[in-house]
Nanobody
Framework: QVQFVESGGGLVQTGGSLILSCVVSGTHFSVVTGGWYRQAPGSQRELVASILSGGTKTNYADAAKGRFTISRDNAKNALYLQMSSLKPEDTAVYYC???????????WGRGTQVVVAS
């Protein structure tokens, strides 16, 4: 079963930056799409960014465009999310996941908490 371990979250001031990391195990990581989700209090989990297996194509939610950058290191089974110009509305628990064909994995890691203070 695929497993995820996210890290790198924390408390940051508005306008600050963070880099989130995720280590993926239990799957052939280099052939799957990777993604970052977030879930704010009282809200549904939403997809923030995704990256194809080869790392050549990325997609972002409108809220993340121009501020977040997703990347991956297939040799390390790792996903990254570089976040800059952070806003209070970016406060959420961030999770990584992988997609098999059109389906994202149904299990999740513990996530990493990001709090952006105003």
């Amino acid at each position: 079963q695929v497993q995820f371990v996210e890290s790198g979250g924390g408390l940051v001031q508005t306008g600050g930056s963070l880099i989130l990391s995720c280590v993926v195990s239990g799957t052939h990581f280099s052939v799957v799409t990777g993604g970052w989700y977030r879930q704010a209090p009282g809200s549904q989990r939403e997809l923030v960014a995704s990256i194809l297996s080869g790392g050549t194509k990325t997609n972002y939610a409108d809220a993340a465009k121009g501020r977040f950058t997703i990347s991956r290191d297939n040799a390390k089974n790792a996903l990254y999310l570089q976040m800059s110009s952070l806003k209070p509305e970016d406060t959420a628990v961030y999770y990584c996941n992988v997609k098999y064909g059109s389906q994202w994995a149904t299990n999740w890691g513990r996530g990493t908490q990001v709090v952006v203070a105003s």
